[in-house]
């Protein structure tokens, strides 16, 4: 707790809230890693969607 004359946290409790902080900013690392590869993968599947689409429509073209 807080001592009277001071203003210091104890030990423990530093201790703890450091933990917490640490815990904090590991979460926070982590999300943002998942809101960076997404750019990336809406890419790809617009890619692949592109690619699709043209081979449905060279198979029209031969098939006809």
């Keep these: 707790m807080t001592n009277k004359h001071k203003n210091v946290l104890d030990p423990e409790i ?3 809230l450091e933990k917490e902080r640490q815990k904090q ?3 926070q690392e982590e999300a943002d890693d998942k809101l960076s590869k ?3 993968i ?3 599947l617009m890619g ?3 690619l699709l689409g043209l081979l449905l429509s060279l ?3 031969f098939k006809s």
């Design 59 to 61: 198979l029209t073209l």
């Design 42 to 44: 809406i890419g790809v």
């Design 25 to 27: 900013a590991k979460d």
């Design 38 to 40: 997404l750019p990336m």
């Design 48 to 50: 692949v969607s592109v």
């Design 14 to 16: 530093q201790e703890m």
